[in-house]
C-alpha cells in the first residue's frame, strides 16, 4: 500500500523555505500569575495581604479579566483565595496543607539521597552557592533573603535528579510552602536552617550517605513541628 498522506514538507507548499513551530509564549495572565507567584516565594506576598484587582491591573498596565485569569490560576495553586467583603487575599496555610507539604518533600528530596548513594552524580555548585548566598544574607540582617536562599537549596538538591516536571512542581510546593515560614513570624527562623543545609551538603560531598540522610530527615521533622506550631497559633 503507498502512502498517500502529505509529507511535512508538501504541506507547506509555496513557503520558500522551511519553517519550525513556534515556541509558545506565556499569556498576558500567566506573566501576572508568575509574578505574584515569584512575589510570594520571596516572601514579599504574606499569608491574608489583599490583592486588589484593581490596583494591580493599573500597576501592572494590564486589563482587570487579565489579573482576573491570573488570579484563577494561583487559587488553583492554592497561593490566593477569595474572601467575601475582602476580595482576593494571599491564602494561609492549614496543619492539613503542611502536613501533606512535608510528606511530599520526603518523597521528593530524601530519594536524592538514595539517587547519589547508588552512583548517581552532581555538581554541589549551586548548592553551596545558595548555603554561602544564605549565610550571607544573614549576616546582613537580609533575613527574608535567607529564606529565599533556603527554598532555593531544597530547590537544586531536587534538580539532581534531572527532572524538569519535578523541578516546576516542587518550585510551586516550596512557592506555597513559603506561606508556611512567614506564619512563623520570626526574623532568622531560617538562619539554623541554612547552616543544616551546609553540614548536609558537605556530608554529600563526603560521600557519607547514610549520616546525610538522617540528617534531612531530621531537618525535614524539625522544620515541620514548627511550622505546624506557627498555623495553628
Known amino acids: 500500500m503507498v502512502d498517500s498522506s502529505p509529507s511535512p514538507r508538501s504541506r507547506h507548499a509555496g513557503l520558500p523555505v522551511e519553517l519550525s513551530p513556534l515556541p509558545s ?12 507567584r515569584e512575589r510570594i516565594f520571596r516572601g514579599e506576598f504574606a499569608p491574608g495581604s489583599a490583592l486588589p484587582e484593581a490596583s494591580l491591573a493599573s500597576a501592572l498596565r494590564v486589563s482587570r479579566t487579565t489579573v482576573r485569569d491570573a488570579y484563577r490560576m494561583l487559587t488553583h495553586e492554592h497561593l490566593l ?43 554541589p ?9 544564605g549565610k550571607t544574607a544573614a549576616h546582613e540582617g ?16 531536587v534538580a539532581v ?4 516536571r519535578t523541578d516546576q512542581f516542587f518550585r510551586r510546593l516550596m512557592t506555597e510552602l513559603r506561606l508556611g515560614f512567614l506564619a512563623v513570624g520570626s526574623d532568622d527562623f531560617h538562619v539554623p536552617y541554612v ?19 538522617a540528617e534531612l530527615a531530621s531537618y525535614l521533622r524539625d522544620a515541620e513541628r514548627q511550622v505546624l506550631a506557627a498555623v495553628q497559633s
Not at 496543619?95 to 530519594?111: G, H, K, N, Q
Not at 555548585?125 to 548566598?133: K, N, W
Open 195 to 213: 547552616e543544616r543545609n551546609g553540614e548536609i551538603l558537605e556530608l554529600l560531598i563526603k560521600g557519607r550517605y547514610a549520616q546525610a540522610r
Open 125 to 133: 555548585g549551586p548548592l553551596q552557592a545558595s548555603v554561602t548566598a
Open 142 to 157: 537580609r533575613f527574608r533573603d535567607v529564606g529565599t536562599e533556603n527554598l532555593t537549596f531544597h530547590a537544586h538538591l
Open 81 to 123: 483565595v477569595h474572601e467575601p467583603r475582602r476580595g482576593v487575599t494571599v491564602r494561609a496555610l492549614t496543619t492539613a496543607d503542611v502536613r501533606d507539604i512535608y510528606a511530599l518533600r520526603r518523597l521528593l528530596e530524601l530519594p536524592v539521597i538514595d539517587h547519589l548513594e547508588r552512583g548517581g552524580r552532581f555538581d
Open 161 to 164: 535528579m534531572g527532572s524538569p
Open 25 to 36: 509564549l506565556p499569556t498576558a495572565a500567566e506573566r501576572v500569575a508568575e509574578l505574584i
